[in-house]
């Protein structure tokens, strides 16, 4: 048992000095007075706040532990600026890419071969007549013919104007 004054008793326990001497008007604490008046607590070692008995070396652990938490997270806002760095870059570059093919869709060369359809594919058939299936269906594929030769050929010519 440790003898200590209300003051530091009170630092010990973590608690105001008048609850300190609560205790001692209750009972619930060993005191004694010494020949000038001066009041005296008995503490058992057990009976102090954990966390003054270490303090110093408490502190440092949390300080450096603090630290190298803050340190991480710096590392992490660092990292993930320069990721959204590089993002908005690409998606500039990609921005450009396609400014750049938005203006040379109109000046591709028309296509060098008429094209040969109607806008109706039973204008050809005569009234009276009866087609068979297949041959309306020959027809419309008949209409799609020149017009992917056309996007081949628009296609090779975008192909070789980025090219170069």
Do not use: C
């Amino acid at each position: 048992m440790d003898r200590v004054t209300v003051q530091e008793a009170a630092r010990r326990l973590g608690i105001s000095q008048d609850a300190v001497r609560q205790r001692i008007r209750r009972g619930s604490m060993r005191h004694d007075k010494d020949d000038k008046g001066r009041v005296y607590v008995y503490l058992d070692p057990t009976d102090t706040n954990p966390t003054d008995v270490h303090d110093a070396s408490q502190d440092a652990v949390h300080d450096a532990s603090r630290n190298e938490l803050i340190t991480e997270l710096r590392d992490r806002v660092r990292f993930l600026e320069a990721e959204l760095t590089d993002r908005k870059e690409e998606s500039r570059r990609k921005d450009h890419i396609i400014a750049a093919l938005t203006q040379r869709i109109p000046q591709l060369e028309p296509a060098s071969e008429p094209r040969e359809h109607s806008e109706d594919p039973t204008e050809h058939l005569d009234k009276g007549s009866t087609t068979s299936i297949n041959e309306s269906r020959r027809s419309r594929r008949s209409l799609w013919v020149p017009l992917l030769g056309d996007l081949a050929s628009a296609s090779r010519l975008l192909r070789r104007r980025i090219k170069g």
